[in-house]
């Protein structure tokens, strides 16, 4: 149920991606097989000096565990704890960001190499990554925790988490706390979720998952709550997607049934809408190599009605694809897989989906295809689409940037180092975050290499 990243096909599947994650775990590396080993770029990494400006109004980016104890993981008593005034807001960040001439630098590595981790930016504006693998399998799931501060440049250690996991869903709640659910561990999915309080750096478990469930999507609504979505529920060389959804209580610490989206599916993406609803598309809804299927069916859920309703779907079915809201409420979706067979390549096609009139439109495709990539929002309107899997099933190093008002893709500064399936983050200033990956298309290895890229002007 997880495709590396590194091992999809050609040579192989991704036993991170779906079809490899728990596949490829100690039962399904066959996924693994990727073809190509993974494509190392090493670039001159000078750091030109940075201009500052000033955002534009309106401009917007996207072991075992112990008693459950979840409702008390906002601890305010800490002195400074961004938890201290209920809102998790004393530390914001500066509004000013930081431009230079579209080149990736790198910066301080992992204190541990790793892929297929979740990540999520805190309050204070630092970055926290939870989880992940080693190798190319879940029984290399890490539970280390590690937190990025950008006025430094470093990480610093942050306590491990209950119990280790790849592909783990996380998401800071509004209490500033950061909620980590499901993922996978020696090749099956899990059903656990915890919680960690910057305040005083401790998890406590948070409650169980209604069913055990790897590469979903958490999604925090305007409420709140954490809405999660689909996942693979099975373990195994194949598995098999859900439509089920829950969401998670902050309050009392519990895991609810929400209302069951109407097509089962994993890798799918999860896009929070202006309106408080979140808009659900494609992904897998099966793995079995060349006869697993991928939808271009999208849903909307309703939190107030805990409802889903049907909306138009994609051009194309898609999985390991990404998507992010953009400035005027609609949404970017780019690249990815159209289907699980070794044959098909990764795409460059992207489309655009507005809420108001529920209609996809194509826009420009991206200059190189990829799939299991990192796609950013920044601060200032533009999106960032950055290494992943190019057609070859290779790692690429190559990025580019989406500019909304032109409707065009257009390259920018490569990477040091070719990745795919890294953590990444736009960063308060601007600048965006990418750390780790893997190396290959197997996932054979993984690197702790981060880098940090700063956008040229517009």
């Not at 069913?211 to 979505?229: F, H, I, K, N």
């Not at 195994?236 to 009392?252: D, Q, V």
């Not at 408080?276 to 107030?304: F, M, R």
């Not at 909306?311 to 609609?330: E, I, Q, V």
């Amino acid at each position: 149920m997880e495709r590396y990243p590194a091992t999809r096909r050609r040579s192989g599947s991704f036993e991170g991606g779906f079809g490899a994650i728990l596949l490829i775990d100690a039962l399904a590396l066959l996924l693994v097989v990727a073809s190509g080993p993974a494509a190392y770029l090493y670039l001159n990494s000078s750091h030109p000096s940075p201009i500052i400006a000033t955002a534009a109004p309106g401009a917007q980016g996207s072991a075992t565990p112990g008693p459950d104890a979840s409702h008390l993981a906002a601890d305010s008593s800490a002195p400074g704890s961004p938890l201290a005034n209920g809102s998790g807001a004393s530390a914001r960040p500066s509004p000013s960001l930081v431009y230079s001439d579209g080149s990736w630098t790198r910066t301080d590595p992992l204190p541990q190499a790793r892929w297929a981790s979740a990540s999520v930016v805190l309050h204070d504006g630092r970055v926290m990554i939870v989880g992940g693998a080693s190798g190319p399998s879940s029984q290399d799931a890490v539970a280390s925790a590690t937190i990025f501060d950008p006025s430094t440049g470093r990480w610093g250690a942050a306590t491990d988490m209950l119990q280790p996991r790849d592909y783990p869903m996380a998401v800071t709640l509004t209490d500033g706390s950061v909620l980590v659910a499901g993922g996978s561990r020696d090749g099956q999915p899990l059903d656990t979720a915890e919680r960690y309080n910057p305040g005083n750096g401790s998890w406590v478990a948070a409650g169980r998952l209604n069913l055990p469930r790897s590469m979903g999507a958490l999604t925090l609504l305007g409420d709140g709550r954490a809405l999660v979505t689909g996942g693979g529920i099975e373990g195994g060389p194949g598995w098999g997607s859900t439509a089920s959804a829950e969401i998670f209580n902050p309050k009392t610490g519990i895991w609810s049934i929400a209302a069951p989206m109407a097509v089962a599916r994993a890798r799918q993406t999860a896009t929070l809408l202006v309106d408080g609803e979140v808009l659900v598309a494609g992904g897998a809804t099966t793995y079995q190599g060349e006869t697993g299927s991928v939808t271009a069916a999208v849903e909307i859920y309703d939190p107030k009605s805990d409802s889903w309703r049907e909306a138009a779907p994609m051009s194309k079915p898609r999985y390991f694809h990404g998507a992010t809201l953009l400035g005027d409420g609609r949404v970017l979706v780019a690249g990815g897989w159209y289907a699980t067979s070794n044959s098909d390549p990764s795409h460059a096609t992207a489309e655009i989906y507005d809420p108001a009139t529920d209609k996809w439109v194509a826009t420009a495709p991206m200059t190189k295809a990829r799939a299991a990539y990192s796609l950013v929002g920044l601060p200032d309107g533009r999106v960032l689409a950055a290494g992943g899997v190019d057609p070859d099933y290779k790692a690429q190093a190559s990025s580019e940037l989406f500019d909304p008002i032109t409707g065009a893709w257009k390259a920018t500064g490569d990477l040091a180092q070719a990745v795919m399936w890294s953590a990444a983050e736009a960063l308060p200033d601007g600048r965006v975050l990418v750390a780790g990956g893997g190396l290959d298309a197997s996932a054979t290895h993984a690197t702790a290499v981060c880098e940090i890229y700063s956008a040229p002007p517009r």
